[in-house]
């Protein structure tokens, strides 16, 4: 899969889309920052990276139970983040602001890592 083409073509579904970031073991594997956009200092972006693995990781041991995880979402004041787990392990991190559409923005990201969310 090539990371730097997800992250540009999952930032272009929304003009509200900050970012997309393809993280792996801690470490940011690509991303694709919208202009303008602040990017937060390494330090916070590499806690930030390791809470989604942790967050979707976690959210995986449930699976036996629950079915597969597509995806787990955090709401803050400032924007909304969302966090894909992708086919090879790694996690999607894609924060967007207000206003958009949850359904709309669930299938397009689907369309483009090949699943359907909300079975």
């Not at 090539?2 to 792996?24: E, T």
């Amino acid at each position: 899969m090539d990371h730097a083409s997800l992250c540009k073509a999952v930032a272009a579904l929304h003009g509200n889309i900050q970012a997309a970031v393809v993280v792996s073991n801690g470490e940011m594997i690509a991303r694709h920052v919208r202009q303008g956009v602040p990017i937060p200092p390494t330090t916070e972006l590499e806690k930030l990276f390791m809470r989604a693995e942790v967050f979707v990781g976690m959210t995986k041991q449930s699976d036996h139970l629950f079915g597969r995880t597509g995806y787990v979402m955090t709401n803050h004041e400032m924007l909304d983040t969302f966090i894909f787990s992708i086919p090879d392990n790694s996690v999607l991190i894609l924060p967007i602001v207000n206003p958009y559409n949850h359904d709309e923005l669930l299938d397009k990201v689907g369309s483009l890592l090949g699943v359907k969310f909300g079975w």
